[in-house]
Every structure is written in structure tokens, then in C-alpha cells.
């Protein structure tokens, strides 16, 4: 398992564009992906529960991931949050 903490850094935090970025992205792989502001994860392949979570930018993420693709899922994850979701800033 891998555990990290990830910050939203775009302007508009965690959208509803954003959270189905991340979604899909979560969806690509087989490992369990979890995330959340404490220790009550949520699924990040479910876009209602990243929606509920209500992170604004600055807001640090615990993700963690589990399973056989762990490592790539990690590392698409990472890529995506530092890219600002593909909006730019």
C-alpha cells in the first residue's frame, strides 16, 4: 500500500470537473484508491464522494493505494492534481 498527501492546488479546488478528472483517472486501475482530509477516506473513483469532500485549493489529501497498479495509479494521480486537473492554474 502507498500513502501519501497531495495538495489541490487549482483555483477552483475540487470542482465538479475536477472531481470527475480525478474519477476517471481512478478508474483507469485495479488497486483501491481512497482519499479524504483525515482518516474517513472516501472512494476516489466515486465523483459524489470527492464532491463531498469540499476541498478548496490548499486543501491536503490523504490518498492512499492499494493493489497490483498501485504504483502507476500513484504517480497518474500525482501528475494530474500538480497539472491543476488539465486547467491550467
Known sequence: MIRCELSIINKLGLHARAATKLASAAGHHQCRIRTGKDESLVDAKSIMSLMLLAANQGTVLIFEFDG???????????ALLADYFGEGE
Not at 497490483?68 to 500525482?78: G, K, M, N, Y
Open 68 to 78: 497490483p497498479d498501485e504504483q502507476a495509479a500513484c504517480q497518474e494521480i500525482t
